[in-house]
Structures are given as C-alpha cells and as structure tokens.
C-alpha cells in the first residue's frame, strides 16, 4: 500500500496496513525561500517517513490586497474588490505547490495550508481595526470577507487544478469564547468560511478541516460542528474534545491529530518512553481506522525530528 493510498483509504475509515501519520511546523513564517522552502517540506517528510505533507504558506500570511491601503473607515469595505488571480500572492504560493508535488512524485498526499477569509483579512489590517469596523459596519466588513473568499478560491484551485495538490488543509479561527457568539459568528463569518470550504469540496473530496485552538483560548467549536469535511483537525487538548468525542461530535469519517503541538506537550518535552506510551493511549482510546496520528496544530519548528522518527517506530509496532 502506497502511502497515498493509506491516507486516502483513512479518510474513508477503511483499514489500512498501517498507521498514518503527519506533522509539520514553519520554517520561515515570514518569507519566501523558494526552492530552498520546497527543500525543507520534502526533507522533514522523508527524515520522518510520514505518510502526508501539509504545506505551509510561510511568507504568505499578509493579505496584499491593494484596495486595503485605501480603506479610511469603517463603509469603505462594501467597495473592495478581489485581486488580479495573476497577482504573486496567489502565483508564487501555486509555485511552491507544484514544487513540493512534484518532488514526491506521486508518492503521498500533498495539502496546501489556507486560511478562511475573516483570518486573511485579520493578517492585512490587524485585529483592532478589523473588530472595530466589524462592530461599526458589518455589512460592509462581511462584504469585504467574501471578497477575501474569492482570492482564497481562486488560489485553492489553482492548488488542486494546477499545482496538484489532492486537496487544502482549511484553517478556520476566530471564534474564541471571548470574541463572538455563536450566534454572532454564524451571522459573521460562517457564510465566508463555507463559501471557501464548499468550492474546494467541488474541486477535490479529500480536504482537510483545520478547527484552529491557539493560545489557550478555548473555541464555540458547535459553529463549525456542521461544516462538510470527511477529516478533521482541532485543538484535542485546548479545546477538551478526545478524538473519539470529536469523531462524534463532528460526524466525520477521519480525525486527524492525538498529540499536544506545544512545548509543555509529551511530544516536544517528553522522553522517548512517554512518547511511546501516549501513543499506547492514543490509539487504544482511538483505534486503527480513521485516524491520522499528528498534533493538535503546528510543532514548534525546533522540535528534533529523532521525535517524530521515534513515533514513526512505535506507530509502525502498534499497526
């Protein structure tokens, strides 16, 4: 069984020979390193012998719509407009897709990270104004949310079309106890998140939904409960959600995660044995089918990859 294959049969909770794993974390946040980026993917995934690659879109977290810098109030948004589907944002990120792709030649399976358009557009103007406009003019904010969608969808398919990646990694956030309702969020931001996550389920069925818990700030993660993915990724140990429970919760055929991502996580600070036995845990709370052992969301970029092959071992003798 190739290790494409093994991954796309757990996304439909079909059995497989052995357990898959994925993890990954930044290597430069805010740049582009071109080839040298594509490098670095390939490299963590063979030193690792994971199963999948997500891609990161280091350098790529500002929102380079030219309209942004025109904004002097709260009304302007209800006039933005999407940005020229040529424009490097998209091209250069399509380019690193296409790079790592076509380096594994086949092999696994290769997602590209995307953000929803209310954090895209928190990456371009910041929280402050964002929340104020957002509260001062809603409409127009909203507007300028679905204006963010249809860049996001005009690069999720050139990812899929052009790049060849089997699908995108969504990340969704924002919706912190603290920020909104859930009731709020619904009205807000869940029609830009579904307008991204349903176009890139016409493009590919084998996305993957990202439910982002950062910063120990619990989400209203029932806002997301509906939204249509067959694998799923959340923060298991912010949010309190065992990946059984999630599996429940969320009705999908795959989770994806087990492992705390911070540093205070066995995975970063443990030894090799407590690794090995929360992995035991892991997969007799879990089982074999349907699940894809990574971490709750991105490692520290310098974890020791001897971690990760130690995890591979162990995985391999509990398959």
Known sequence: MTKKERVLRTFRNQPVDR?????????????DHGQETVEQHLKLYRDADMDMIKVMCDGYFNYPN???????????????????????????????????????????????????PMSLMRFGIGWDMLM???????????????????????????????????????????????????????????????????????????????????????????????????????????????????????GCDCVLGGFDNRKEGVLYSGTREEIEKEAERVIAEAGKCGVIIGADCTLPSDIPTERLQWLRKKLDELS
């Open 19 to 31: 357990i898959p794993m994925g993890f990954w974390y930044h290597f430069s946040p805010d740049e």
């Open 66 to 116: 030219p309209f942004i810098k025109t904004v002097t109030c709260a009304d302007d948004w209800a006039r933005m407009t999407p940005m020229d589907e040529n424009d490097p944002f998209i091209t250069k990120q399509v380019e690193r897709a296409r790079g790592v792709v076509e380096g594994v030649k086949g092999e696994c399976c290769v997602f590209y990270n995307v953000f929803c």
């Open 132 to 250: 104020s406009h957002l509260r001062e003019n809603p409409e127009a904010m909203c507007h300028a949310f679905m204006v963010a969608a249809e860049d996001l969808k005009t690069l999720t398919r050139r990812l899929i079309q052009e790049a060849g990646c089997d699908g995108i990694y969504y990340c969704v956030q924002n919706a912190e106890e603290f920020r909104f309702t859930a009731e709020e969020y619904r009205r807000l931001v869940t029609p830009s998140d579904l307008e991204v996550l349903n176009y890139a389920n016409t493009l590919s069925d084998n996305n993957i939904l990202h439910c982002c818990g950062w910063d120990g700030n619990k989400n209203r993660v029932e806002v997301w409960q509906d939204y249509p993915a067959h694998t799923v990724n959340w923060a298991v140990y912010v949010e309190g959600m065992s990946l059984p429970e999630g599996r429940k919760f969320f």
